[in-house]
């Protein structure tokens, strides 16, 4: 059974047939048709370490903010507020960098599920 890419290239083929002299676009390779996959994955490559010192430093950033509301707060209701909002904090900041991790593992291994023949190793 065709695919529809597979269709859609016979079906293109078959009217440049009829219509000119164009030449014939060659039926994609598995290769040409995961291309567009490999790309995507050297992008993320390129920018995911940038984006993790980034959110580090935000994270950073914030936390000393918090932690000086929390140090100024005058009043018990404030100070739980202050520690309610550190825990969000820490949270957040720990789900943001373990998703940005499991990506980069995703982004690594992606290639070798799509072509098993190829050989896979990880970059650092």
Not at 10 to 19: E, L
């Amino acid at each position: 059974m065709l695919s529809i890419s597979e269709l859609l290239f016979q079906a293109a083929n078959g009217m440049m047939k009829v219509s000119s002299n164009v030449p014939l676009m060659d039926t994609p390779t598995e290769e040409d048709r995961w291309q567009w996959v490999y790309e995507v994955c050297d992008a993320i490559n390129l920018i995911i370490y940038p984006l993790l010192v980034l959110i580090g430093t935000a994270g950073i950033i914030y936390a000393i903010v918090l932690g000086v509301k929390l140090a100024r707060a005058e009043s018990a209701d404030e100070q739980q507020e202050g520690k309610k909002r550190i825990i969000n904090f820490v949270i957040g900041i720990v789900s943001v960098i373990a998703l940005i991790l499991l990506m980069k593992l995703f982004v690594t291994y992606l290639p070798a599920w799509i072509n098993p023949a190829e050989e896979v190793l990880p970059t650092t």
